[in-house]
């Protein structure tokens, strides 16, 4: 009966494949997802703890700068050197710390808490300068300074502090840079400042905190991701080796063994072992219909030559010993003790041959007195054990039982593995026997490529 097609009893192993590429495509479009976005987590906190950085070190200059402006314009108004006068306009002008810096908050804080305390700050910062303004232009009027800052010629002098003399004029300057008004104006740019930073480092936690959060919430997709691909890989391991290797292993010890194989597995490999199992019934029902009297010869009960034939053409050559063995000199014993003694020499040598082979091995009659022994299931390594029996053969076999008389056997073997064909088989042996006899009879030889 024909095999026509492939059932759906199983799995089928292209759909395996196919989902097993999709599962692949999936995890690995999942790993690309969760490790890209952990990386964008990462330059996101990165990039806000880098503003936060920035943010603090505008804040800090702008109130560094605003130091420096009073330092230049209290010494100027207490020594009137225009080295100070100059340092301080370098300052205001054109290093522009001040503006450099509000500009950095002003991008990186938007409309926050700590924008508007520093602009609150520079509002103050205004009007500080303002009064330091007129301050120094006391000391250019008391100094008759005629080179000074375009900025300063705008301001103009009260009229009590235009008629005071030159050494009041420079107290009042003092005065106006010393005064608690002065210093309530910059204790009020530093509260603001310090508003402003507090608020910043507030900020840069919030914004910390929440890039963590994501992170976090990032690392737990990478880790679930990376468990789901253990898992899979595992998954992918045991249904290959269950669908797969673990039933070609489990067929190839069934087949060994001379036994039908279990139909499991993939779907593809179920029908394999449909088509082997029927063709193994049709060789085993082939075998069990052999006419007994057809296969066997009447005298020994081994195989005669239609069954040695038969054997050979359906045994498994690669793990099977070929022996052919003859008796040495049986002309000789026919001759002497007559041809039924003979007869009963060869029914007591297959007896032996019986005892020293396994129930599965087949023994065959193909000659007068020329014997096969097929050892199935062997591999090429058992040489030992063939020569054991062999010699235990002969030792039996020289021992005289119920009146026969003593013989010996040559053997010449051939492992199947080391030809073609049957054929091959055969002559191969043969050849091997006749060099046993050559050697001096009751011996063995294997055949030598």
């Not at 063709?279 to 010869?297: G, I, P, T």
């Not at 073997?413 to 001096?440: C, F, N, P, W």
Request: with cysteine.
């Amino acid at each position: 009966m024909k095999l026509k097609h492939i059932d759906n009893d199983g799995i089928s192993l292209r759909t395996i494949h196919r989902w097993l590429i999709v599962g692949a495509l999936i995890i690995s479009a999942l790993m690309f997802y969760s490790t890209y976005h952990l990386s964008a987590s990462f330059s996101r906190l990165a990039k806000a703890s880098e503003q936060q950085i920035e943010l603090r070190k505008a804040a800090r200059e702008l109130m560094d700068a605003s130091d420096y402006l009073t330092e230049q314009a209290q010494r100027f108004t207490v020594e009137g050197d225009m080295t100070f006068l100059n340092n301080y306009f370098e300052e205001a002008f054109k290093a522009n710390h001040r503006e450099e810096a509000l500009e950095k908050m002003s991008a990186g804080s938007g409309d926050s808490d700590a924008l508007h305390r520093l602009q609150a700050a520079m509002d103050s910062s205004v009007a500080l300068m303002d009064q330091e303004y007129y301050a120094m232009k006391l000391v250019i009027s008391a100094k008759g300074y005629t080179d000074y800052p375009e900025i300063l010629k705008d301001v103009e002098l009260s009229e009590a502090d235009s008629k005071l003399n030159n050494e009041d004029k420079m107290r009042r300057a003092t005065q106006l840079l010393l005064s608690d008004d002065y210093y309530d104006l910059k204790e009020k740019i530093r509260s603001n400042m310090k508003a402003s930073l507090d608020e910043l480092e507030k900020m840069a936690y919030d914004s910390d905190a929440s890039a963590i959060d994501a992170l976090r919430d990032e690392m737990l997709l990478v880790r679930l991701v990376i468990m789901l691909q253990t898992v899979g890989i595992v998954f992918m391991v045991w249904l290959t080796s269950r669908l797969g290797i673990h039933p070609v292993l489990n067929a190839v010890d069934r087949i060994q063994a001379d036994s039908p194989i279990p139909e499991v597995g993939a779907n593809e490999f179920r029908y394999l072992a449909r088509a082997y199992n029927k063709m193994y019934d049709v060789y085993k029902r082939s075998l069990e219909h052999l006419n007994f009297k057809a296969s066997h010869d009447e005298l020994t009960g081994a195989y005669n030559r239609s069954g040695y034939e038969l054997l050979l053409s359906s045994i498994d050559l690669n793990s099977t010993y070929m022996m052919l063995f003859d008796v040495d000199d049986f002309k000789h014993i026919n001759d002497n003790y007559g041809h039924e003694t003979g007869d009963e020499v060869l029914a007591r040598l297959v007896q032996v041959l019986r005892s020293h082979f396994r129930s599965d091995d087949y023994i065959c009659r193909i000659g007068g007195d020329e014997f096969v022994v097929f050892m199935v299931h062997s591999t090429e390594n058992q040489r030992n054990l063939v020569e054991a029996k062999i010699d235990k053969i002969n030792n039996e076999l020289a021992m005289s039982v119920n009146g026969l008389p003593p013989i010996s056997v040559s053997v010449g073997i051939t492992h199947g593995s080391k030809v073609s064909d049957a054929k091959s088989l055969y002559e191969r042996t043969d050849e091997a026997m006749y060099q046993a006899k050559q050697s001096g009879k009751n011996t063995f030889a294997f055949y030598q490529q």
